[in-house]
């Protein structure tokens, strides 16, 4: 599955978004109150039926005023009971693959939200303490950190687990 910078996002007004427009969107939103705390959040989920359906979430929380976000959808082969952590790794590089994207279409147009202060971005994976993701907790968390990004796994990583996980299903 590959992410790249030609894919399109959707809201829930609006369809055919480019990177180009969710760079957009994330600086205009932060510029309307520049003085607030943000969290970017990217995660992916997917649900496995005939075929597997990928979401992948950008979200940019204002905290405590509200947020926005955009959805990718992508149909790969079905993952079968058995290829749970291939899921899992399929998950996490769209995230971390659509976050590298974000960075720089973000950098071009003059937000360099690793150096901004109220701007902390998060990679939220599909993992959690409890059932049979949490064998992969450590290596999803470091395989995320290696890269340089802060790591969010459930109930925190709303990104993948609430927002991606309602349009994936």
């Known amino acids: 599955m590959d992410i790249t910078e030609d894919i399109l996002f959707r809201n829930l007004s609006e369809s055919k978004i480019t990177f180009d427009e969710v760079a957009n969107r994330i600086i205009n939103w932060i510029n309307q109150s520049p003085e607030k705390e943000y969290v970017l959040a990217i995660g992916t989920d997917s ?29 790969e082969k079905a993952f079968k009971n058995n290829q749970l952590q291939q899921k899992l ?19 071009e147009r003059g937000l360099d939200i690793q150096t901004q202060p109220n701007v902390h971005l998060q990679i939220h994976v ?6 049979p993701t949490s064998k992969y907790i450590q290596e999803l968390e470091g395989w995320v950190h290696a890269v340089g990004y802060d790591c969010e796994i459930k109930p925190n990583s709303y990104a993948a687990s609430s927002i991606a996980d309602k349009f994936s299903k």
Not at 126 to 131: H, I, Q, R
């Open 47 to 75: 649900q496995t039926y005939s075929d597997t359906k990928i979401v992948l979430s950008i979200t940019l929380h204002r905290l405590s005023s509200g947020g926005i976000f955009f959805l990718h959808t992508m149909y």
């Open 126 to 131: 599909d993992v959690g303490k409890n059932g």
């Open 89 to 107: 790794y399929t998950e996490t590089q769209s995230s971390l693959d659509a976050a590298a994207i974000l960075i720089r279409k973000l950098n």
